[in-house]
Protein backbone atom coordinates (compact mmCIF):
# COMPACT_ATOMS: atom_id res chain seq x y z
CA UNK A 1 0.00 0.00 0.00
CA UNK A 2 2.62 2.42 0.75
CA UNK A 3 3.77 1.78 -2.12
CA UNK A 4 1.59 2.84 -4.14
CA UNK A 5 1.00 5.82 -2.26
CA UNK A 6 4.72 6.58 -3.09
CA UNK A 7 4.26 6.04 -6.97
CA UNK A 8 1.41 8.39 -6.67
CA UNK A 9 3.48 11.24 -5.43
CA UNK A 10 6.37 10.46 -6.91
CA UNK A 11 4.48 10.67 -10.20
CA UNK A 12 2.59 13.95 -8.91
CA UNK A 13 5.86 15.75 -6.98
CA UNK A 14 6.95 17.55 -9.86
CA UNK A 15 3.28 19.16 -10.63
CA UNK A 16 3.69 19.77 -6.99
CA UNK A 17 7.00 21.59 -6.80
CA UNK A 18 6.35 23.51 -9.82
CA UNK A 19 2.63 24.56 -7.92
CA UNK A 20 4.93 25.50 -4.68
CA UNK A 21 7.03 27.55 -6.83
CA UNK A 22 4.73 29.97 -8.62
CA UNK A 23 3.34 30.26 -5.33
CA UNK A 24 6.38 31.54 -3.82
CA UNK A 25 7.24 33.46 -6.96
CA UNK A 26 3.51 35.77 -6.81
CA UNK A 27 4.25 36.33 -2.90
CA UNK A 28 7.19 37.88 -3.27
CA UNK A 29 6.43 39.69 -6.49
CA UNK A 30 3.64 41.17 -4.33
CA UNK A 31 5.69 42.05 -1.41
CA UNK A 32 7.90 44.09 -4.06
CA UNK A 33 5.33 45.63 -5.82
CA UNK A 34 4.06 46.47 -2.12
CA UNK A 35 7.05 48.21 -1.09
CA UNK A 36 7.37 49.72 -4.54
CA UNK A 37 4.11 51.29 -3.75
CA UNK A 38 4.99 52.54 -0.57
CA UNK A 39 8.00 54.03 -1.65
CA UNK A 40 6.02 56.26 -3.68
CA UNK A 41 3.50 57.51 -1.21
CA UNK A 42 6.58 58.66 1.04
CA UNK A 43 7.59 60.83 -1.77
Given amino acids: M ?3 V ?3 FDAN ?3 ILNSIN ?8 EKEEDKEEKKE ?3
Avoid at 22 to 29: C, G, S, V
Fill in 41 to 43: ENK
Fill in 13 to 15: SDD
Fill in 6 to 8: RDD
Fill in 22 to 29: KMLEKNRK
Fill in 2 to 4: FNL
